[in-house]
């Protein structure tokens, strides 16, 4: 009785922290394997990884109880640190960053009065333009060659 009592906490608490999130732990790892160097060596390690439950333990263990868990309360996940970005100023002036799957990057800036503006900052090979939420140019720079 005591071991499904503990179980049922345990389960409860994933579900209701909302531990559904970025899953920063299991995306780094696969992230490094495919970085290894051709498609056999990473389908080795791929295999080996999987056999050795290195995967279910990032991603069921670290990601779902832990890490998903600090994202679901705190707004960010610790190892997910080069996907967002966050920076207040001294006048109270803020920005908040992120970057999204497709490659663009998501920005909120909110000055020390509350106005807000948010804007998608799309790199295109040597033109990086800011677009409005509708999808409208605001200001484009060319990079240098």
């Avoid at 966050?86 to 800036?109: P, R």
């Avoid at 509350?114 to 140019?137: H, P, Q, T, Y």
Wanted: aromatic residues 8%; charged residues 20%; hydrophobic residues 45%.
């Amino acid at each position: 009785m005591k071991k499904a009592i503990i179980t049922l906490a345990c389960a409860s608490m994933i579900v209701l922290t909302g531990c559904y999130g970025s899953n920063a732990c299991f995306n780094k790892l696969h992230k490094w394997n495919g970085t290894l160097g051709n498609k056999w060596l990473n389908s080795i390690v791929h295999f080996f990884l999987s056999i050795f439950q290195v995967y279910n333990i990032c991603l069921g263990l670290i990601d779902g109880l832990i890490l998903n868990t600090v994202e679901f309360w705190t707004g960010s996940n610790p190892l997910a640190g080069g996907d967002s970005y966050y920076e207040k100023d001294a006048q109270g002036n803020e920005i908040a960053a992120v970057k999204n799957a497709d490659g663009t990057m998501s920005v909120e800036l909110t000055t020390a009065a509350g106005e807000k503006a948010s804007l998608i900052l799309k790199r295109d090979e040597n033109v990086i333009r800011a677009l409005d939420m509708e999808g409208n140019v605001v200001a484009q720079r060319e990079l240098a060659k």
